[in-house]
């Protein structure tokens, strides 16, 4: 594993880990806590495991076209996993369908956070033991992380969650899924910036661009913002069940 590539033998995984794989073209990863036993919690709706579907855009069609195309219903280890979604555990390789194995990386510094352009593969914020991990990933297992969202409530912010026990805590905002803020910072830096009339020059463009998409993913990592609280998962459990909210909303108890 080194600066541009988080990938990792399944030798290297410990519980407690946080892992993805990038499924066709590198459109999108799917993320997951690894909880040993060749075992994977992760959050889904699904078409089988690790394909994530309704979101009710035009990004299902690319995230459809981006799924391996991997025969989980004769799994022998999982069964069949097609008509399940939510919060729900399959072994190692029904999670990866067929791609390969990546481990994010929690505590990183700044700079190495930009050093890796691509959204969703890094945070600065520290991660929490092992055992607070799997505890809060198996104690979603059985209740629920409420209903997916693409951009607020997905696997990577299930995943950030599971590790860190961090939750946003506005709801004007994206979620902590850096997957989500990098394209929202990307889509931000063509259109919204008022530098980008600084120059003409497609060097300049490029440059003014870049600098505020890397702007925008920093502001925007769990690590830095400061819309976020620590929440104990049996209290966002309890809150969400009492709310009868079908996504995970601390700010109505505020």
Same mark, same amino acid.
């Given at each position: 594993?080194?600066?541009?590539?988080?990938?990792?033998?399944?030798?290297?995984?410990? &519980?407690?880990?946080?892992?993805?794989?990038? %499924? *066709?073209?590198?459109?999108?990863? *799917?993320?997951?806590? *690894?909880?040993?036993?060749?075992?994977?919690?992760?959050?889904? +709706?699904?078409?089988?495991?690790?394909?994530?579907?309704?979101? @009710?855009?035009? !990004?299902?069609?690319?995230?459809?076209?981006?799924?391996?195309?991997?025969?989980?219903?004769?799994? &022998?280890?999982?069964?069949?996993?097609?008509?399940?979604?939510?919060?729900?555990?399959?072994?190692?390789?029904?999670?990866?369908?067929?791609?390969?194995?990546?481990?994010?990386?929690?505590?990183?510094?700044?700079?190495?956070?930009?050093? $890796?352009?691509? /959204?969703?593969?890094?945070?600065?914020?520290?991660?929490?033991?092992?055992? +607070?991990? =799997?505890?809060?990933?198996?104690?979603?297992?059985? #209740?629920?992380?409420?209903?997916?969202?693409?951009? #607020?409530?997905?696997?990577?912010?299930?995943?950030?969650?599971? $590790?860190?026990?961090?939750?946003? =805590?506005?709801?004007?905002?994206?979620? %902590?899924?850096?997957?989500?803020?990098?394209?929202?910072?990307?889509?931000?830096?063509?259109?919204?910036?008022? !530098?980008?009339? !600084?120059?003409?020059?497609?060097? /300049?463009?490029?440059?003014? @661009?870049?600098?505020?998409?890397?702007?925008?993913?920093?502001?925007?990592?769990?690590?830095?913002?400061?819309?976020?609280?620590?929440?104990?998962?049996?209290?966002?459990?309890?809150?969400?069940?009492?709310?009868?909210?079908?996504?995970?909303? =601390?700010? $109505?108890? $505020?």
């Amino acid at each position: 594993m080194g600066v541009l590539s988080n990938r990792v033998s399944r030798e290297e995984l410990k &519980p407690g880990d946080h892992i993805y794989s990038w %499924r *066709h073209a590198y459109i999108y990863a *799917h993320h997951g806590i *690894h909880v040993g036993e060749g075992k994977v919690i992760h959050f889904t +709706q699904t078409q089988g495991s690790g394909r994530e579907i309704g979101t @009710g855009t035009f !990004l299902d069609r690319i995230i459809f076209s981006s799924s391996h195309p991997s025969d989980t219903r004769n799994c &022998p280890v999982c069964g069949d996993q097609s008509r399940l979604n939510g919060v729900i555990s399959s072994c190692l390789d029904c999670f990866l369908a067929d791609g390969d194995l990546y481990l994010f990386q929690y505590a990183v510094s700044p700079a190495l956070f930009l050093a $890796k352009p691509r /959204g969703g593969t890094c945070t600065i914020a520290a991660s929490d033991s092992p055992e +607070q991990v =799997i505890h809060r990933a198996s104690f979603l297992l059985h #209740n629920g992380f409420g209903a997916y969202d693409l951009f #607020n409530n997905n696997c990577e912010d299930f995943a950030i969650y599971c $590790k860190t026990g961090l939750l946003v =805590i506005t709801r004007i905002s994206v979620g %902590r899924s850096g997957q989500a803020t990098s394209f929202l910072a990307a889509v931000s830096a063509i259109v919204s910036s008022p !530098l980008r009339f !600084l120059t003409t020059s497609f060097t /300049g463009l490029a440059a003014v @661009g870049y600098g505020m998409y890397c702007f925008s993913r920093l502001v925007s990592d769990i690590g830095v913002r400061r819309d976020v609280e620590k929440v104990a998962v049996e209290r966002l459990v309890s809150v969400s069940a009492s709310a009868g909210s079908q996504t995970p909303d =601390i700010t $109505k108890e $505020k």
